[in-house]
């Protein structure tokens, strides 16, 4: 259930209104919007009068969400989610914000990341991404350059300015992202929400497995919302193999005026 207050609310008749609710065993969210604040109802909400809430002079409207995930649902937080990358070059995502993360799937010497690094930017890129741990089945195949490669990207960095995306596989390997700008965490770890979790403050983008689905993206991060954390930043990223794959035509297509735009 969420419940809508009105504009300029009388802050004492608010507090009153979630003690209330709180006193009936209902857990609170509030999410303060550009036009109005959101009161984001979770547990048992059957037994609770919605025209008596309706009645509050300081209420517009109260509805009731089918969905089983409460605290990821739009109607929670109508307002889209902004995730700042570089403040000061104001590279953001979300809310209309379009970027370009393009890079080498394998980081493998100073050369070539840089090389590819001032290539992608050149072509409208604004954030470099390449792996620097790359696991594979073989002992015997490349495994990546590992801390080794993370220094290559900060390298890079430092050479063309933009924040830089990289995987991480193990919560082990998380001191040495002290300095990545966006964490990504690979399809196999999709459903790890704890280690999602302890990527803050980073942003962090999770890439969809190809079983997973729109529901099991919406449980992990309600999952990731009822954890003790400040924000949650998410993003995520879906392959060209998996379902929904549909979607990309349109994407292709933004992502060329986009390019074209920015030459």
């Known amino acids: 259930m969420v419940v809508i207050l009105r504009e300029n609310y009388n802050e004492e008749q608010r507090d009153n209104l979630v003690n209330w609710l709180e006193s009936l065993g209902i857990t609170v969210h509030s999410s303060l919007g550009e036009h109005n604040t959101v009161l984001g109802l979770v547990g048992d909400t059957s037994g609770i009068d919605i025209d008596l809430i309706k009645a509050l002079d300081i209420v517009e409207d109260v509805k009731r969400i089918q969905e089983p995930y409460k605290n990821a649902n739009r109607k929670f937080h109508p307002e889209d989610t902004v995730v700042v990358i570089d403040k000061e070059k104001d590279i953001k995502i979300g809310g209309g914000n379009f970027q370009i993360i393009a890079g080498p799937c394998s980081v493998e010497s100073e050369e070539q990341v840089c090389g590819i690094a001032q290539a992608v930017q050149k072509s409208g890129a604004t954030l470099l991404r390449g792996g620097a741990f790359k696991p594979r089945t073989s002992p015997y195949a490349f495994q ?108 292709r297509a933004y992502e060329q005026k986009i390019l074209q735009e920015r030459k």
């Open 144 to 251: 990546g350059l590992r801390a080794e490669g993370l220094k290559l990207l900060l390298e890079a960095k430092k050479l063309t300015g933009m924040p830089i995306v990289t995987e991480i596989m193990d919560l082990s390997q998380l001191p040495l992202f002290d300095d990545v700008d966006v964490i990504q965490v690979g399809a196999r770890n999709m459903q790890k929400a704890l280690l999602s979790a302890l990527l803050k403050p980073h942003a962090a983008m999770k890439k969809l497995q190809d079983e997973g689905n729109f529901t099991e993206l919406m449980y992990l991060t309600e999952e990731l919302k009822t954890m003790p954390i400040d924000e949650v930043w998410d993003m995520y990223l879906q392959s060209e193999g998996v379902p929904g794959r549909e979607w990309f035509g349109e994407i």
